[in-house]
């Protein structure tokens, strides 16, 4: 089945500076790639996502790539604030199928 | 409807009882999903409903677990018989169609002492 990997496990930038979290996935077969953001307490919140038909998607201060012949997509996140310290969780679901396979997560930390 | 409602926020049990955790997704979605959550770990697939027909069950639902939808809309998850490595987040989630965005519910965090 679908195996997904991210690192790294924990990330500490400086406000203002950029982060980046980077997955890779095992089945060619996956076409969606979905990123979610969790706060203490909280379910996971969708904040961007890109299908397999698509090399980059950008909101605001958020982006995110795909490379479908290395099969890795990655999050970049500009500007970080405050407000952007969370686990940060990758996922992929192959196509036709239902359910999405997370990665390990990152948490990221934004130092004043 | 301002998304998926999960039903409660938290649980404490002893071993070997059994609980039951209610979710309600929104509303004109007809796929409804149970994922589990423990600490440190993404969430895992567990089981995936379309309207009232339960379609696909992880290897992770053991017997203990049984999941309904009755009439297409909220959606009940059992655990009998509860053990300690029962102890997770169990979160809910729903989608409009195959591919469409899924949104999570804040979960159900169970305690097994």
């Known amino acids: 089945g679908e195996n997904v990997e991210q690192h790294p496990s924990t990330l500490s930038v400086q406000e203002g500076d950029s982060a980046v979290i980077k997955c890779t996935y095992s089945?060619?077969?996956?076409?969606?790639f979905p990123w979610y953001k969790q706060e203490l307490g909280k379910g996971p919140q969708l904040i961007i996502d890109?299908?397999?038909?698509?090399g980059e998607k950008k909101d605001q201060r958020i982006a995110v790539t795909l490379n479908k012949t290395a099969k890795h997509f990655s999050l970049h996140i500009t500007e970080t604030q405050p407000e952007d310290s969370a686990v940060y969780f990758c996922a992929a679901s192959i196509r036709g199928a239902q359910k999405l396979v997370f990665g390990q997560g990152t948490r990221l930390t934004i130092n004043p | 409807d301002t998304g998926v409602s999960q039903n409660p926020r938290h649980k404490i049990t002893k071993r070997g009882q059994n609980v039951t955790f209610r979710c309600d997704p929104i509303s004109e979605h007809n796929r409804l999903y149970w994922y589990r959550q423990t600490l440190g770990q993404g969430p895992e697939f567990l089981t995936y409903?379309?309207?009232?027909?339960?379609?696909?069950k992880s290897r992770l639902l053991s017997d203990r677990f049984s999941a309904e939808r009755p009439k297409g809309s909220f959606s009940t998850l059992e655990i009998q018989r509860t053990e300690q490595g029962d102890s997770a987040m169990y979160l809910c989630?729903?989608?409009?169609?195959?591919?469409?965005?899924?949104?999570f519910g804040a979960g159900t965090r169970l305690s097994v002492l």
């Open positions: 890109i299908r397999s038909n698509v």
């Open positions: 089945d060619s077969a996956s076409n969606y």
């Open positions: 409903f379309q309207n009232e027909a339960q379609l696909e």
């Open positions: 989630a729903s989608s409009l169609a195959t591919g469409a965005p899924t949104v």
